[in-house]
């Protein structure tokens, strides 16, 4: 019996490995169809890569249980821990894939909106000029002397016929009253007849150059005005010609500014000038084109142009820089949208039109730009004149156009947004 015994357990030994391969060709080829169905099926990335680990984990941990069953404790131990390191693979593996698959998608971004609209825009002429003096004067002495008086502080008032400063004239006032004497004795001869009417008109002659010669020992102001500071004190010897104070009228004032010569046939005196002083923020000074200069220059072909402001606080000074706008007298209908919304490039200005676009796929309605050139034209307080490019009611981006781009997708919240006004006034700060 042992005889027959020894070559059948020798037999299953042999026809053990065979099962074994049998098994390793069957547990393949189901792996095989599985992952051709799962691709047939046009499964996502990120499943079919988790049905595939899962089936991994699955056969290394049934492999692990029948080793560990088998007695072979260190390869079930092996392939148990194969089984875990897969695991954690595939699910590092699973959620790449997963992230990689979804398309990424930005925000809407948050901007401000306003309505394109037609208003009534009057044509308007810009440039920059000086303010001047309507009167203007360094007053000086007609006389050289001493300076025995002055009558003002820096600075001050005067009206026209003030002495202002006086030299000393002790010796010419004596003339004067010795002269005046001479002309009353000569007044009197000529009454009886003692003297000729030449020596009395030669007597007359001499008072009226002696009182010449004071009169000129005095500086008076010549018009109303405001004073600057004085050049000299009292007890200084002046020379003939010195200069003394300066005397400026400041109400009204003159605005001198110049614009090109294809300008010239829209302009007429009696026109609206608009003046802003950076020196003056928020002050808006009016007043009207009183004179053309006859004129155009030949080297810049410019015509000066000279306007006059009223300026009961002093406020404008003669030199100061000034922006002018000259309103001609038309008006007519014109687009108009903030200033703030133009995006100026080399290449052209534009603006981002905010348009409704469906979702084929979603069907969700959201709201997208659209980037559109267009031409601008002149511009009057927070508002700018769109000549070209736009439609009246539509809606466009009012702020932050720096930071957007063709076909973003946004979201309008006009919670915070300034309101554009056609005659801007900012409280003082």
Not at 57 to 81: D, E, H, P, Q
Request: hydrophobic share 45%; net charge positive; aromatic share 4%.
């Amino acid at each position: 019996m042992h005889d027959v015994a020894r070559p059948q357990s020798a037999q299953n030994k042999v026809k053990s490995p065979m099962k074994t391969t049998l098994k390793v060709i069957l547990v393949a080829v189901l792996l095989a169809v599985v992952i051709f169905g799962l691709k047939k099926l046009g499964v996502p990335t990120s499943i079919f890569v988790g049905t595939i680990v899962l089936i991994a984990v699955i056969l290394c941990g049934f492999v692990s249980w029948r080793c560990f069953k088998a007695g072979r404790k260190l390869t079930g131990a092996i392939l148990a821990i194969g089984a875990m390191f897969v695991a954690l693979v595939g699910i590092k593996a699973t959620q790449i894939v997963k992230m990689t698959s979804t398309p990424f998608a930005m925000p809407p971004t948050a901007v401000s909106s306003a309505q394109v609209i037609a208003a009534d825009w009057a044509p308007m002429l810009s440039s920059v000029g000086s303010i001047s003096a309507v009167q203007g004067a360094e007053l000086s002495t007609d006389l050289g002397g001493t300076v025995g008086q002055v009558n003002f502080q820096s600075g001050g008032e005067a009206r026209k016929g003030d002495v202002l400063v006086k030299l000393v004239a002790s010796q010419e006032e004596a003339d004067l009253e010795l002269a005046r004497n001479d002309l009353a004795r000569a007044r009197d001869l000529a009454a009886r007849k003692v003297i000729s009417k030449a020596e009395l008109d030669a007597a007359e002659s001499k008072v009226k150059q002696k009182e010449g010669i004071v009169q000129h020992k005095e500086v008076r102001a010549p018009f109303d005005g405001q004073l600057g500071i004085r050049q000299v004190n009292v007890g200084e010897m002046i020379k003939e010609g010195q200069k003394v104070v300066q005397l400026t009228a400041l109400d009204p004032v003159y605005i001198d500014f110049a614009l090109p010569q294809q300008e010239l046939a829209k302009l007429s005196p009696g026109l609206e000038v608009r003046v802003h002083c950076d020196a003056l923020p928020g002050r808006e000074f009016k007043g009207k084109l009183t004179a053309i200069n006859a004129m155009v220059d030949p080297v810049t072909r410019n015509v000066t142009l000279q306007g006059t402001l009223e300026n009961p606080d002093h406020a404008l000074r003669p030199g100061m820089f000034a922006k002018v706008d000259l309103i001609l007298p038309e008006t007519h209908k014109t687009l108009v949208v903030p200033g703030s919304a133009i995006s100026y490039a080399p290449y052209g200005d534009s603006v981002y039109v905010i348009e409704k676009q469906k979702d084929p796929k979603t069907g969700k309605e959201s709201e997208v730009l659209r980037q559109q050139v267009v031409r601008v034209g002149t511009a009057r307080g927070d508002l700018i004149a769109v000549t070209d490019g736009l439609k009246e009611g539509e809606t466009i981006v009012s702020t932050g156009v720096f930071k957007l781009r063709n076909k973003m997708t946004v979201t309008i919240n006009n919670d915070l947004a300034p309101k554009p006004q056609l005659n801007p006034t900012p409280a003082d700060s």
